[in-house]
T-cell receptor
Framework: KAGVTQTPRYLIKTRGQQVTLSCSPI?????VSWYQQTPGQGLQFLFE???????NKGNFPGRFSGRQFSNSRSEMNVSTLELGDSALYLC??????????????FGPGTRLTVL | GNSVTQMEGPVTLSEEAFLTINCTYT??????LFWYVQYPGEGLQLLLK?????DKGSNKGFEATYRKETTSFHLEKGSVQVSDSAVYFC???????????FGQGTRLTINP
């Protein structure tokens, strides 16, 4: 079974631009979560989507948004990029069964650098 | 809110040494607990998990026991190898939720 894939793997943008990152979950997984990893703040939860609906959201500004498509693929968008948005963005997928312990499988991440 | 505190690194050991990485948590209710490992340039891989008090998770020689009385989930391995060099993250999720709350990570280096 193919793992979680993320594209692109590396991205360089300048301040003020916007960026879209893509995540394809493991086949059959309906939940996709996004995390930001930085040296200073560590791993922080951005949001989770399940069946095209945002089910949970972390404490990030509205510049960070996401969506999920009917095939469970997900995208996250960051508008008006700031230097502090430079990070590794990780996507994780799971079955997403409500009330259960769902193992999350992570992709390799997209390394975003904002200049 | 929920939080996880990990032993600060970096940790450097010799091959075949005994490893302990401490992890304590604060959470309401009965969270599930996890250890993830991140190798250079890669995403996170689930190493082991425990979903209720006194559960012991184990994988690849690593073990951790869910201790509710001390709110801890310490990672141990009896004899480490160079290939165990990586960053280790302790994490929790509230019952039924997908959101993972991570500790700050512990960088482990094993010297031959």
């Amino acid at each position: 079974k193919a793992g979680v894939t993320q594209t692109p793997r590396y991205l360089i943008k300048t301040r003020g631009q916007q960026v879209t990152l893509s995540c394809s979950p493991i086949s059959g997984h309906r939940s996709v979560s996004w995390y930001q990893q930085t040296p200073g703040q560590g791993l922080q939860f951005l949001f989770e989507y399940f069946s095209e609906t945002q089910r949970n959201k972390g404490n990030f500004p509205g510049r960070f948004s996401g969506r999920q498509f009917s095939n469970s693929r997900s995208e996250m968008n960051v508008s008006t990029l700031e230097l502090g948005d430079s990070a590794l963005y990780l996507c994780a997928s799971s079955l997403g069964v409500a009330g259960g312990v769902n193992e999350q499988f992570f992709g390799p991440g997209t390394r975003l650098t904002v200049l | 809110g929920n939080s996880v505190t990990q032993m600060e690194g970096p940790v450097t050991l010799s091959e075949e040494a005994f490893l302990t990485i401490n992890c304590t948590y604060t959470a309401t209710g009965y969270p599930s607990l996890f250890w993830y490992v991140q190798y250079p340039g890669e995403g996170l891989q689930l190493l082991l998990k425990a979903t209720k008090a006194d559960d012991k998770g184990s994988n690849k020689g690593f073990e951790a026991t869910y201790r509710k009385e001390t709110t801890s989930f310490h990672l141990e391995k009896g004899s480490v190898q160079v290939s165990d060099s990586a960053v280790y993250f302790c994490a929790l999720s509230a019952h039924g939720a997908q959101k993972l709350v991570f500790g700050q990570g512990t960088r482990l280096t094993i010297n031959p």
